[in-house]
């Protein structure tokens, strides 16, 4: 057995400390009843020092909870494709526009490019995935990890406008490369999915576009939107409100593709086509997970502490 946080156990003398360094209760200060001198004397059920070594052990317990302590469980075969792939999801109000049409309902944006996505990650056993939001501001989500589930959990939390209501694309980018490049190893892609133009942030998506073709990042983008409900009013260079002509140069720069959708199954036919340029690498990597006991511990910390907790309260009520 192992602990992932030895480090917790320097809590463990922090009771004694206290009790040292406080001051001690003054007795003057508690109630007396001299009518009642058999109270006084009653002893309690529990004695103080057994009462005492429940406490310590129960303080003991929950220390080694902390602790998070681990057994390593069966070595297994784990598909590796040795590609890290993050999605960036544009989460800004206009996300929520309901003017896609997923089989026979209608949706917003935001829920058509994320049950499509979820569809795609499906098939990508063996691939790192990582999810960033942006709005307003660009955030890391989810990192990396081969944990597909943990990203079906993440995108189901999406929700528009919760990074803020503009769209920082080229932030976005920017923090994508940031935590793809130290992993020098690996075939970096980044798939973006923006239903605007930049309108927010510090850095231009062209220049984070020239960053991230010079730390090896492909980027595939996807244009969302219907043509009869644009994002916003179609400038210079836009169709429908999505900025087509710096979006398609950021992903001709680093290699990947851009495809204009106006429907979901232009959404779906993205995804696809990731699916053909990206193929699966099949391969295998050996890996040792490891199972998590801090639930035994802690358990048992929280059981005593309310056993002594109803001995008190009984004790006070007689």
């Known amino acids: 057995m ?27 200060m508690a109630l007396r009843v001299p009518s009642l001198p058999a109270i006084g004397g009653a002893r309690p059920e529990t004695p103080a020092g057994m009462a005492l070594w429940i406490a310590v052990l129960a303080w003991l317990l929950l220390v080694i909870a902390a602790a ?5 469980a069966d070595a297994a075969l784990q598909p590796a494709s040795g590609r890290d792939l993050m999605l960036a999801f544009d989460v800004s109000a206009s996300m929520a526009t309901a003017d896609l049409r997923l089989g026979r309902r209608s949706v917003t944006r935001l829920d058509a ?80 999915l923006t239903d605007g133009v930049n309108t927010a942030g510090t850095l231009p998506p062209l220049r984070a576009a020239w960053l991230a073709r010079r730390a090896g990042v492909r980027i595939h983008v996807i244009g969302i939107g ?38 979901s199954a232009a959404i779906g036919d993205f995804f696809h086509q990731l699916d053909r340029i990206e193929p699966m690498a099949r391969g295998a990597a050996f890996i040792r997970p490891v199972r998590e006991l801090y639930a035994w511990p802690l358990a048992a910390a929280l059981a005593l502490t309310c056993w002594l907790t109803l001995r008190r309260t009984k004790t006070a009520a007689a």
């Open 226 to 263: 219907s043509a009869s409900s644009p994002a916003g009013k179609p400038e210079r260079g836009q169709a429908d409100g999505v900025d087509a002509t710096t979006l398609r140069e950021m992903a001709h720069q680093t290699g990947g593709i851009y495809l204009r959708a106006t429907d």
């Open 68 to 72: 998070r302590p681990q057994l390593p």
């Open 113 to 192: 490019a994320r049950a499509l996505a979820d569809d795609f990650l499906r098939q990508r056993q063996g691939d790192r995935v990582g999810l960033i939001v942006f709005g307003t501001q660009a955030y890391l989500h989810t990192p990396l990890t081969f944990d597909l589930a943990a990203m079906h959990a993440a995108l189901a939390t999406m929700e528009a406008g919760f990074a803020g209501a503009e769209t920082a694309l080229g932030d976005a980018v920017a923090l994508a490369v940031k935590r793809l490049q130290p992993l020098a190893e690996h075939d970096h892609v980044l798939v973006v």
């Open 2 to 28: 192992s602990f992932a946080w030895p480090w917790c156990f320097l809590a463990l003398p922090l009771p004694w400390l206290v009790r040292r360094l406080l001051p001690p209760v003054d007795s003057a």
